[in-house]
């Protein structure tokens, strides 16, 4: 290693204090994104398994809607409404974004906290009308 | 010039406007499907299987099923490409998340077929 170059490390401020770093909102909202679609791709089996047993006859019908009396159910279908709606409203804003809105560091942090009281809203909603 | 093979688009360009066009179907067909649900209640199995057997719902939801294959796999490469370094591990994944994909949609074919 050149001299130049140790003195150009030493003389680097340093900050790696963890209890002072946050992500950006912007940030969070880049990786809930990301984790709600993940989430929502292992979703979709259930939902297709809960499409067939619906759609094959009557008594199947029945026997998801009792299935939906218990909480784990419930809690489950809750969950992916949840990542549905942040996926959703995220990919909307992701989408406003491509037309060159919001590209700015404070619009940017204000439109993913308002996708966060949206998401948030939504699945408050969702949790009452599964409830 | 092929720079990633794994990728879905032919480049990046193309696989960005892949991803927009698939989840504008994607979002149609899910406010409608959650909106009809919510609107329709209490559901019954006659109006579910109903809605199910108009072909125009066949075909909606296909077309769901088509453009998720593309979202996924489009959306399972970025994050692979970002987190997991290992060449063949990431390979591995985005196998299993593609067959996945693929396998939603030959499901969605049959359940839909016979209704």
Known sequence: ME???QNVKKQRPVHLDLQTIRFPATAIA???HRISGVIMLFAIGILLWLLNSTLTSAEGFASVQSLFDGFVMKFILWGILTALGYHLLGGIRHLIMDTGRWEELASGIASAK???AL???FSIIAGIWVW | MVTNAASFGRSGV???ILLRASAVILACYTIFLVGFIACSSPLTFEIW???FSTLPMKVFTLLALVALLVHAWIGVWQVLTD???CTSLRGVLQFTFVVTAFSYLAAGIVIVWGV
């Open chain 1, 3 to 5: 001299l130049s170059e």
């Open chain 1, 30 to 32: 880049s990786i809930l």
């Open chain 1, 114 to 116: 308002v996708t966060f």
């Open chain 1, 119 to 121: 998401a948030a809203a």
């Open chain 2, 14 to 16: 193309h696989d960005f």
């Open chain 2, 49 to 51: 299987h109903g809605l």
């Open chain 2, 83 to 85: 987190y997991v370094k």
